[in-house]
């Protein structure tokens, strides 16, 4: 049965090792060909609940979710971790970083002097008030008291590092006593508000107006983000936007669609649920959910957009699910990968109770399409599909795949594997 849940905004994916200094944007890292349908045999596994966030920190790959335990590769040792934990890149050895997170964590991002930004719906680190975002040493697990940031309420479902700024979306409406609606820049030392960033969101008549999840461009002058709002600057922006935030302010771009205008099933005031880069920054791909099937909207689907161009833009390609939704979108150059719990890629004129239409491929939970056509690629390596993929992370090594299943590549991974480039 398909459920309504929360983003997988929580998903940022950061592609570089990370050092002291300069940190990238999280737009995808190219790789060289489609990674392989085994998953390696070393990841370590999360036994219970979701995982909604991966990063990568120098050799350490963060794991951010809602969750209590896990274990190691072989299934040998069980620890308990609550809500993010972390793991050696290269062997999978799960590493002493265990702070105290009293909240799920939808979203991560890597910080300067081997730490990382943890975003989620926490109201405490370490026993300590601090709600929503907060600042980790990875070698100690402690909260960074240095870097002092307060929402007002709500939660945190997407992080972006570049540079000395810290880029936020969710659901707060203020920071640190600055009105600040769904997405907000911070100082990535001191977490103090840039003043001079305001992306003037709304969301006439919407519930709540809420950012789901956004990229960074991958020379960090562009930002697109996706939810519920159908406002920017008093300017039409119904659930999309892209800024140009190269300088100190959020300068709307003249680029927008109107290709998600039309709705969804009733009750979503947002059905986007991911968008990423690719990693010359030349297009974005959109995940969707919307709990339909259609031939006409983009409910239950990828899409392709063109970024380069300002003016109204239509997508270049639509891969349609036929009524099952995606969560976590990938774009390596020569994959676009996408997971969710659908069944079927190719499928525009499948419907949701009546199975697979003409065309359509088997592609459980997880695919890959051309980025090219929006087409099926051959790679399948299936996975139970639960509710859905929530994250992916691309690095040098391959594509890291966070979910709340424990069946990938037709082998047991407890909700963490990767698939090797």
């Avoid at 964590?105 to 300590?128: C, E, Q, R, W």
């Avoid at 950012?211 to 920017?232: N, Q, T, Y």
């Avoid at 300017?235 to 205008?261: C, E, N």
Wanted: hydrophobic share 40%; net charge positive.
């Amino acid at each position: 049965m398909r459920r309504r849940l929360l983003a997988a905004a929580a998903a940022a994916s950061v592609v570089v090792p990370v050092a002291a200094g300069a940190l990238p944007a999280v737009a995808d890292r190219a790789l060289p060909a489609v990674v392989s349908i085994n998953p390696v045999d070393w990841t370590p596994h999360v036994l219970d609940g979701t995982v909604w966030a991966l990063a990568l920190v120098g050799d350490t790959v963060v794991v951010g979710g809602a969750f209590t335990k896990v274990a190691d590769a072989r299934r040998q040792t069980t620890l308990n971790r609550k809500n993010v934990f972390a793991f050696g890149l290269h062997d999978g050895e799960i590493r002493t970083f265990a702070p105290q997170v009293d909240g799920a964590v939808y979203s991560l991002a890597p910080g300067a002097d081997h730490t990382v930004y943890l975003g989620g719906a926490f109201k405490s680190v370490n026993g300590t008030n601090q709600r929503g975002v907060a600042r980790v040493a990875l070698n100690t697990g402690e909260r960074l008291g240095s870097f002092s940031t307060r929402l007002n309420w709500g939660d945190v479902r997407a992080l972006a590092t570049h540079g000395d700024r810290l880029y936020l979306g969710g659901t707060f409406s203020a920071i640190n006593g600055v009105g600040r609606v769904g997405l907000a820049r911070l100082n990535a030392n001191t977490g103090a508000v840039d003043q001079g960033f305001d992306a003037r969101l709304a969301g006439p008549g919407l519930k709540r107006t809420r950012v789901e999840h956004f990229d960074v461009s991958p020379d960090g002058r562009k930002l697109i983000a996706v939810g519920a709002f159908l406002k920017s600057a008093g300017a039409d922006r119904t659930q999309i936007a892209l800024f140009d935030v190269g300088g100190p302010a959020a300068v709307l771009s003249g680029w927008y669609t109107d290709a998600y205008k039309p709705p969804c099933m009733k009750g979503f005031d947002t059905y986007l649920r991911q968008v990423k880069f690719a990693p010359d920054g030349s297009y974005a791909v959109v995940a969707a959910t919307g709990r339909a099937s259609s031939a006409q909207k983009l409910c239950d689907s990828a899409a392709r957009f063109e970024t380069r161009s300002a003016g109204r833009h239509n997508p270049t390609w639509v891969q349609r699910t036929g009524g099952d939704s995606l969560y976590a979108v990938a774009v390596t150059g020569p994959a676009v990968y996408l997971g969710g719990h659908q069944r079927w890629f190719d499928n525009p004129y499948g419907t949701d109770g009546n199975g697979p239409g003409p065309g359509a491929v088997s592609r459980p939970g997880i695919g890959a399409v051309s980025p090219n056509t929006g087409k099926a690629l051959p790679w399948n390596p299936t996975r139970s599909r639960g509710v859905g993929v929530r994250a992916f992370l691309v690095t040098g090594q391959g594509l890291l795949v966070g979910s709340d299943t424990d069946q990938l590549g037709r082998e047991y991974h407890g909700r963490v594997g990767m698939f090797p480039s």
